[in-house]
């Protein structure tokens, strides 16, 4: 599962985006994959273990929350059950 959300453009600078992935390891567990950064520049990556595909589930919607209060906007979803 993969989220893109990206700030609008204000004319100084590239715009901000954050990247999240959700995605099984081979122990049966979930990494949350958050990318972000400007578009075109540097970016930081961070990843979050879960033991369960609920909790990991529940982490990535609680993260695309925080950041659609701060003004991002949902631009790409991909998976067969992506939140909306």
Do not use: I, N, Y
């Amino acid at each position: 599962m993969r989220l893109l959300l990206q700030q609008r453009p204000d004319g100084r600078e590239a715009p901000r985006f954050v990247q999240l992935q959700l995605q099984p390891d081979l122990l049966g567990g979930w990494t949350l994959l958050r990318e972000s950064g400007h578009t075109g520049g540097r970016s930081t990556l961070r990843k979050s273990l879960f033991a369960d595909h609920d909790s990991a589930l529940l982490a990535l919607e609680k993260e695309r929350d925080a950041q659609l209060k701060k003004g991002f906007q949902l631009m790409f979803a991909q998976g067969a059950d992506a939140p909306r």
